[in-house]
Every structure is written in structure tokens, then in C-alpha cells.
């Protein structure tokens, strides 16, 4: 997986606890139960939402002793991630997340569907632990990721997607959650309305952008290289902004459309598919689209004052658009 | 469905509010969700945890402007729990539940396993409104309930489950949340430690003779009748009591243990060795278990204060004993 925060945006310390706290919150008397959780936690990545929400907690000049509380936010947005990844993967039909085979392959579809309801539970008591308003936005933001999957769904095998819907799902199913863990950030770290607004809005911009990126590496990435099977929404029937591009371009329309609408495609259809796409300007117009994501975001926050954090959080957003490219 | 709760316990105008809030607390921007969500809450039953929860309330002498906080925690408990049904009957393959086809067969896998995590969401977006040791209570409860879902997974297909490990399985995956119901009740009104624990243990034995029941209903009943589909837990290879029961009994153990260890399991094998159960003594002597179960619970209220909800609870434990038979 790309390296997004190989750097670790000055927060090192902050992430270490994030890390501690979400390993002691999956501990369950059940020796099979907690191993599938670690499974997923360890795949877990770089932690770019918690790092979002620190670093947005720092750059409104949140103080060592409210930390605790965006933590906490933090670890609880993870934990409910982890969840949904389990049983996206069950749906998907993914083989492997971050280099190692998904949950559901390896424990089977029982047990990674359980597993999954027991990380929503660690997440639900964790609660204990947070503001009213913490559980709210955090909440409200998983909503929105349900509604964004559901979208998805009715869209499946469509050719026609339009492009102001791929986006509205996308927002949903992504972007919602980066931006409640900037809004939770600045909301604990004592921001103002305006400040946890903006940062709200800088969390959606790089959400979006983290997706269509997501999206194009599942059409250009070399399989082994990204440690996850590619080709997957094209095998999945979801139409993707590389593929609503690549549609409007000198491709085969009708060929690659066939291929899309396809419930069942064999692997040499998705591969030809995918080669229509690379050779599109589906790709490049992607990759523009989400710096044009990115740009929103850094502007989004350029009226915050002046520190490092602010810095780190226009560097982060700048590395959601260039891993692997 | 049995009517457990035909009669109302005295508590209708609680249960009504309780009805109305679960409904209020799963709208969503997409009708679809909605509309799984109501699927599962409507064919809900009989509320029989809110019951439990409002009746330990007032048990111990909780008073109405308390009230809200104990239907919050009943409210969130049973979000959680319909999550949790919609998931066992993807696993499960369930095709109907309380004479209602199974979400996943309604809407398909991927919306029912959304559906079912957004009513996770919910009860996670509730915690706003609880006491953190409510949240915890709650969670606790659910955690055990994973718990013993995947303990029950590790036996799946043997035919040498001890009455123990059974016992051990029932009480993670269903007495658990009965004896939160109950706690949250008892704690919310202002019970005394003693109190809490007491009705906590009364959930606890009214929660395994339930689950007792519900597996002797799967061997003994008409599946039009009880608007379910039997004979599940032995397709599922789930070793229930009566089947344990029948197993120490003058049927012929080698057959129906070669039918119980088939992972799959054609029909007529099935209505065999449900046969061969009916026959056995596993069946009245699983009754007589349950009866047990119904008589500690009962006992473990006696020191409670006399009042017509002490009476009520003596009476919901006799009816979870008497459904159907």
C-alpha cells in the first residue's frame, strides 16, 4: 500500500496512542474473535482519518489536555471503519486488503461478518468515552456512508452513471468519514463554529479525492504492488469516474459498455476492460479531477492561522493526489 | 408467532414510546435503507427486552421522570438487536422470520448486510442520549453475544457439545442481552446495587429459557404456524438441547449423528432426524430444563419489594417457559 503517512505529519506520538487504544479495544474472551479483529486493525494502514483528526485538532490549537477526548473520537471512527471494511469485503467479494487475504477468505463468512458486528460493539462502547456531540457527528457520518453503499447499489452494472452521482456517492461512502474525523478534531481541539466548519469541508475535498484516487488505482495498479485485487469495481459493475471518462472518450463505447453491464465477467473481460480504460484519457482526467479535490481542500483552510499543523494538513492533502503516480 | 407479550404487562403506554422511537430512530435520506430498517423492526415481535427493561424499571420503583432514560437504553438495545437479526439470517440463510420473508431474501445480501450496519449506526448514534454505564451495560452484553455466536461456530457440525458448552453458547448469544435489558431497568429506576444484580440474573435464566424454548420450537413446530422455517439448527448443525438430549436417549444415536455431522443436509434428512428428536425424551426433558431456567429466574426476584410489576415480571417468566406447548 502507498505510503501515505509514511511520514507521520509531525504527530507521531499521537498515532502511537491512537494505535494503543484501538489494540486494547478489541480484547474479547473470545481467542478467534479478537484475532480476526487484529487481522483487519493490523491491515488498518496509516491511520490517515485519526491522523486527519489530529492534526485538525492541533491546527485550531487544541491543548495537550483535551487531547484525550479527540483520541477517543478518533479511535471510535476507526473502530466502526474496521467494521464496515470487514463486511465490505464480504460483499465485494475482495481476496485481499494491504497485502494480506481479507477476513472472510481466511475466517469465512460467519465469522468475519461476527467479527465485524463486534467491532460496530467496540465502537457503540466506546461511546462511553465520548461528548454527545462526538457520537453524533461520528454517527451521522456512517449514516452517510450506509446511504453512499446503498447508491452504489442501484447504480450497479449502469453504464449511465452520472458524473454528479458517482460523486454523491463517494461523498457518502468516503468523504463523510474524513470529514467528520477533521469536524471532531476541530470541534475538541476548541475550534470555533467557522474553524470546525472549514475543516468539515477540507475533510469532505480530501475524502473525494482519496476516493477517485482509490478508484484509478483499481484500473493502473500493478495487483501485487498495491497488495489488493484491482479490476474490482469494473468486476463488481460499480461505474467509477475512470470509467464514466473513458466512457465519454474515443474507447469502444459500446464495447467497454457491454463489458460493464455484464453481471458475470470472466477475468479476460475486466483485463480488456481495464486496458480500454489505461489507453482512455479516463485516467488522466481522473487524476485532474482529484487535484482539482485537492486544491478545494487546501483552499478550504488556508483562512486557519499560520502553524504547523496547518502546514502538515496542506502536505497531507497534497499526498492523497500523489501516492503511486 | 407466539404472543408472548398478547398481553402488554401492563407497561403499553411504555412499549408505545419505545415503538415510536425505534421508528423515529431509522429514517434515513435513502428510502431504501428506511424501508430494510422497518422491514426488521416491524416484524420485530413482541419487544419482549424493552419489556423486561421498563418492567425491572418500575420493579424497583422507578419513577416517570426517569422514564426517558431507561426507554433510551431499551431503545439502543433493541437497534442493536435487529442489526444483529439481519445479520444471523444472512448467515443463517433464514428464509422467513416472524412470517416475514428475511431481509437479505427481500433486498438481496449487500443491502440487507448495509441495513443491518446502519442499524448498528443507529444504536451507536443513540449513545448520545445514554449514561456512559448504560452504553457500557449495553455493549457488554453484545460483546457476549459475538461471543457466544462464535463459540457456537467452533461446534458447528459436532454431535458432542456438552450441555455446558450449550449453555455456555445460549447465554452469550441470547441471556446476555435479557440480563442487560433487565440491569438497564433496574438501574435506571434507581435500584440498589442487590437490585440490579438480582434482575440481572433474572434476565440472565429468563434469556436461557427462552433460547431453550426456541430450540424446541424448531424441532416441534409447524413452520406456518410459527411463521418461521424449522428444523434450522439442525441444517445449520447447531447442537441444541434437544438434540443433545435426544442423543443420550433410545434413538438410534449413530444415525442421527451422521445426519448432525453432514455439513449438507438434503430435506428428508432433516424431517428424519427431526423425527427421530420428537420421539426421543430430548424434547420434554429440554421443557423441563427451560422450566428450571423459568423457576431460578423467578426466584432470584423474590427478595424484590412486592408490587403488580414484580407480579408482571413473575408473569413474563412463566410465559417465556409456556409459549405453544
Chains 1, 2 share one sequence.
Not at 467497454?256 to 480504460?277: D, F, G, H, T, Y
Request: aromatic fraction near 6%.
Amino acid at each position: 500500500m502507498n505510503d501515505i503517512l509514511a511520514n507521520d505529519f509531525g504527530i507521531a506520538r499521537e498515532l502511537s496512542v491512537v494505535e494503543d487504544t484501538l489494540r486494547r479495544s478489541v480484547r474479547s474472551e473470545s481467542p478467534l474473535l479478537t484475532e480476526i479483529a487484529m487481522h483487519v486493525i493490523e491491515a488498518g494502514g496509516k491511520r490517515i482519518r485519526p491522523a486527519i483528526c489530529i492534526l485538525a485538532f492541533r491546527a485550531v490549537g487544541g491543548r495537550d489536555e483535551k487531547l484525550r477526548a479527540a483520541i477517543d473520537a478518533a479511535v471510535a471512527v476507526e473502530l466502526i471503519h474496521s467494521a464496515t471494511l470487514i463486511h465490505d469485503d464480504i460483499t465485494d467479494e475482495g481476496e485481499t486488503r494491504r497485502g494480506r487475504v481479507t477476513a472472510y477468505r481466511k475466517y469465512g463468512v460467519h465469522n468475519a461478518l461476527v467479527a465485524g458486528d463486534f467491532l460496530f460493539v467496540q465502537g457503540f462502547k466506546y461511546g462511553q468515552f465520548l461528548h454527545p456531540d462526538s457520537i453524533r457527528i461520528a454517527a451521522e457520518a456512517y449514516e452517510r456512508l450506509a446511504e453512499g453503499e446503498m447508491l452504489q447499489e442501484q447504480w450497479k452494472n449502469s453504464v449511465s452513471v452520472p458524473e454528479e452521482e458517482y460523486l454523491k456517492i463517494i461523498s457518502g461512502k468516503t468523504a463523510s468519514v474524513f470529514s467528520a474525523s477533521a469536524q471532531l478534531g476541530a470541534f475538541h481541539g476548541g475550534g470555533t463554529d467557522d474553524e470546525i466548519f472549514m475543516l468539515g469541508e477540507y475533510g469532505t475535498n480530501i475524502g473525494i479525492a482519496f476516493q477517485i484516487v482509490d478508484d484509478v488505482l483499481d484500473i493502473i495498479s500493478d495487483e501485487h504492488e498495491i497488495g489488493k485485487s484491482v479490476g474490482n469495481d469494473l468486476k463488481e459493475g460499480n461505474m467509477t469516474l475512470p470509467l464514466i471518462y473513458a466512457m465519454q472518450d474515443g474507447v469502444d463505447r459500446e464495447l467497454l459498455a457491454q463489458i460493464i453491464s455484464r453481471k458475470n465477467k470472466p477475468p479476460e473481460l475486466i483485463r480488456s476492460a481495464m486496458e480500454m480504460v489505461r489507453k482512455s484519457s479516463g485516467v488522466r482526467r481522473s487524476i485532474e479531477r482529484a487535484q482539482y479535490f485537492v486544491r478545494k481542500a487546501k483552499e478550504d483552510i488556508e483562512p486557519l492561522r499560520q502553524s504547523v499543523y496547518k502546514e502538515q494538513l496542506m502536505r497531507l492533502a497534497d499526498s492523497v493526489a500523489t501516492r503511486k503516480y
